[in-house]
């Protein structure tokens, strides 16, 4: 099973970009079958889907969020990324990178960014 570390700066500007980097160790990010995932959950609220990106090909995101996010891969440093642009006080949430594969989903412990002036 992998092991995921989500890491990048607990505090971002409104109207800034967010920017989180996953890094994965036990398997490479572009073993066949693995989708890379972003996942948040505000304060007092559920979890929400950010967006995916397979071992191979493009990215899939949130129809809410689709306009301001981007993910991607940086394979030399076994890493995805995720860029929340225009951001808001409503994007203050913890983020979580999960691995997932043929039914096993492998969770990073999160990280909380916090949008404010």
């Known amino acids: 099973q992998v092991q995921l570390q989500e890491s990048g700066p607990g505090l971002v500007k409104p109207s800034q970009t967010l920017s989180l980097t996953c890094t994965v160790s036990?398997?490479?990010?572009?073993?066949?079958?693995?989708?890379w995932t972003w996942i948040r959950q505000p304060p007092g609220k559920g979890l929400e889907w950010i967006g995916d990106?397979?071992?191979?090909?493009?990215?899939y995101y949130s129809p809410s969020l689709e306009s301001r996010v981007s993910i991607s891969r940086d394979t030399s440093k076994n890493q995805f990324t995720l860029q929340l642009s225009s951001v808001t006080p409503e994007d203050t949430a913890v983020y979580y990178c999960?691995?997932?594969?043929?039914?096993?989903?492998?969770w990073g412990k999160g990280t909380l960014v916090t949008v404010s002036s």
């Open positions: 036990g398997d490479s990010i572009t073993t066949d079958n693995y989708y």
């Open positions: 990106i397979p071992s191979s090909g493009s990215a």
């Open positions: 999960v691995g997932r594969v043929v039914g096993v989903d492998s």
